[in-house]
């Protein structure tokens, strides 16, 4: 039997109520697994982003656990691995251009500016922006500005990337062609990715495992393979299979919108 890969980091019986009295997860258990693309499907007010935000240590549990793992040990709370998060909006200096904003987290880590330098070069690159290193905020498209978002992510080399709707906000063209850039990314660095999304066919395109959460409160009710071959192209978007792989994961939303248990 083979030995299941140490995983990246392990949620065990999490449970989140906020001030407001709002039971934002019920008791959530969630692995995830060294070089998967997770996503977290589901409706408004499910507990995705709040997962989201456990699994990045920007809140801490009421109950349970999150474990990071990283070189052979465990650590409660504490990531193991190099982490970045892409947020909802490109939350981009306007002030600041484009190659000063790429630079931030590497700033704030003391990096010495000549190699601050190049490795805000190379991630310019890898999303395509390197022509765009001198402009503002202002004078790029809004995929350009997401673009932008993820090169700041990617400058400090992260082994995980933690991504809360970063595509939602923007046309569909536009969205499905980011799509298959983060695919591209996501198998040259050998990222592990948790994603967060409302979209459907989204998740399908971009996911080896889609976790469906229903409210009332947040929390797992169904995980879903999408077992399709990479690279994904267009025509998978035609495919029989990924029709079929829509029409589950709408069953499965449409009960959770519903408040129904899988």
């Known amino acids: 039997m083979a030995t299941q890969p140490v995983p990246v980091v392990e949620i065990a019986g999490a449970r989140k109520t906020y001030a407001t009295g709002t039971a934002a997860l019920a008791p959530v258990n969630l692995v995830v697994r060294p070089g998967e693309f997770l996503t977290l499907l ?8 709040t997962l989201l935000n456990l699994m990045a ?27 970045a998060m892409v947020f909802q909006a490109p939350t981009l200096m306007p002030w600041a251009r484009i190659e000063a904003n790429v630079r931030l987290p590497l700033d704030l880590l003391g990096t010495p500016r000549a190699a601050a330098d190049g490795d805000v070069a190379a991630a310019l690159a890898l999303v395509g922006l390197a022509d765009a290193a001198r402009q503002f905020p202002r004078e ?12 700041r992510a990617l400058v400090t080399a992260p082994d995980v990337l933690l991504m809360d709707e970063p595509f939602g906000a923007l046309d569909e063209f536009t969205r499905q062609r980011l799509d298959s ?6 198998a040259a660095r050998g990222l592990t990715v ?21 409210t009332r409160p947040g929390r797992v009710i169904a995980e879903v393979a999408i077992d399709e071959p990479y690279p994904r192209t267009e025509a998978f978007r035609l495919a029989p299979s990924f029709a ?3 029409q589950r994961l709408s069953g499965l939303v449409a009960n959770a919108a519903s408040g129904a248990r899988s």
């Open 42 to 49: 589901g409706p408004s007010g499910c507990g995705k982003t």
């Open 57 to 83: 240590g920007l809140l801490l549990p009421d109950a349970g656990t999150v474990r990071w793992w990283g070189d052979g040990y465990a650590a409660t709370g504490v990531p193991g691995r190099r982490l």
């Open 140 to 151: 790029l498209s809004g995929g350009m500005q997401m673009r932008a978002s993820i090169a």
């Open 181 to 186: 850039e983060l695919l591209a990314l996501w």
């Open 194 to 214: 948790v994603f967060v999304t409302h979209s459907i066919v989204e998740a399908v395109f971009l996911s080896t495992r889609v976790v469906v959460m229903a």
């Open 244 to 246: 079929a792989h829509a």
